[in-house]
């Protein structure tokens, strides 16, 4: 069983009695942001292997820490780059309420375009931080608290309000309008290797330590140490936090990062992307009148940004396997205004359905390892699986039939609660909180060589997301199975794109084994497939080399000369992105 990290011989993980008394010498650094991301040893070690001592240092610390700016997609379908600068820059003046509240310390617009060719039409919002923040209290007299869970304060990190779900604990005698700190909880190694937070919602926190038990008397006292997100306006009594279901508890006002929320900003005309999920998109380089599949589309920002390179002529199909998820991808489309999208509800390792020509019950497909193939038998027994003169088969027609955004009855109908809940909120557009509901088609798979280009956004670790405030649950052996999983999904994806076509896969991830060692997989298993320049090239290089495990287990990386032709986005280096990975393929003759 692994330790946890602190019980290691890692320094930088102090004792909490040690903690404490240097924490009661310098108040200043406990009220602070300074946290430590906590990793499984082994992982730790695996990931110094790759990267080396300092770069990883410089990673795990750029992980804590939200993007300095907010990246937005401009829908050109429905307006420019510059009209969408003039409104936010309105927005950002705006002294109301809804205002951004946003302004650059030297006076200047924190609004700008971007610089990278062909990438014009995205935007860029300055934030600004780490900001010290002063708590008004001495250890001797503590400021009234309120602790968030790890989740609630990720997303304050990047310009959320503190809503009442995520509030965990708070100091007694807190009353609305009161100036209350805000802490983070984050979990906490257990005994058993576990990791929890082991707190129960409602706990009364205290602010000054007594005693000689500091840690048992005081939930959280020392682990609150350097996790102090901001200071804010309380909007509900302590007793109101924990009786209501839903509504802003605490008003952040002075936060660590200043980053703009853009809930309900422009709906329509502008999208809230990772920049490295933009050039992913890029990266497939969709041209008009194409087939294309996004393979795990959810909620649908990949496959809104391919449907815009496309001017909105052509076919995507955007699948995922949860019916929920296929909605927003409906949602988010119908608020976009973009008709070329068509949904499917479909498992991405069932991706693919035999053609009448094959009788077998299952199939592989250039060698072992293959990933899982839809059977005749495991069609419906109502679908039939010849082919039409075009080509396409029953089965592939059924999709396209099951997969269009039907409206349940009364779905045209919007009621007057949801108008009320709307009013006022949306700067511009219709907005998706007032598209039209819809209903997900379930799909069994399509024929091989169907699509021009497909989209491989695997579901992953997500170890690249910034803000991370914890890690501890990955393993080695938990990295290693998600590559495996990921292997799969691309076994069915390589199938589906006819000859000639273009498979791009694109995790956000830091991990080399869904990474790199997937990358060596595909091109030593399928030898039509070739990796093929992006366009545009701001990520680095990947990894070179090959990682030897102490269990004996050896993973492969990239070849020298290979490392240039991927897109590695690094978290800690000057374009301040989230870690990414994008690899693009050619698909050649596959005889």
Known sequence: MLKPSFLTSHDHLLPCFFALSLMEMNPSSRYSYDPVLRWDPEVEDYFIKAYGPD?????????TRPSSYSCIRVNTVQTTSDAVIEKLTKILNDDSEDGLKLVQSDGSSPISKCQIPGLEYVVFVNG???????YGSGLENPPKEVLVSRKCAEAVLRGAQVYVPGVLACTAHVEKGDAVAVCVAVEQPGDEGDWSVNMTRGTTLQGLPSGKNHSSSYPFYCERSGLYIGMGTAMLSRAGMFRVSHGVAVDLNNRVFRLPSFHNVLE?????????????????DPQKGERI?????????????????????????????????????????????LTCITTCKLDALKSVCLPSTVSDSTASVNGDNSGSVTSHSELSSNEGISSDA???SEAEKSCEENASTEQPKGGDKVSQSEIRKSKGMLKNGRGRTQSQGGRAGKSQGFPPNSFDRVLLDAPCSALGLRPRLFAGLETVISLRNHGRYQRKMFDQAVQLVRVGGVLVYSTCTINPSENEAVVRYALDKYKFLS??????????????GRCEFPDGYVEEWLKPGEEEMVQKFDPSS????????IAKFSVGPKD
């Open 128 to 134: 600004s931080g780490p900001h010290r923040i002063e």
């Open 268 to 284: 329509g005309e502008i999208f809230l992307q990772n920049l490295p999920s933009i050039v992913a998109a890029h990266a497939l």
């Open 574 to 581: 000057k374009l301040d992105t989230i870690g990414f990975f």
């Open 390 to 392: 075009s080509g396409r």
């Open 531 to 544: 990796l093929a320049p992006q366009h545009p090239r701001i990520g680095g290089p990947g990894l070179v």
């Open 55 to 63: 770069h990883f240092a410089r990673i795990s610390k750029a992980l």
């Open 293 to 337: 599949l996004d393979m795990c589309a959810a909620p649908g920002g990949k496959t809104t940004a391919i449907a815009i390179l496309m001017n909105d002529e052509g076919e995507i199909v955007a699948a995922d396997r949860s019916h929920n998820k296929v909605l927003d991808v409906q949602r988010l489309s119908a608020e976009m205004g």
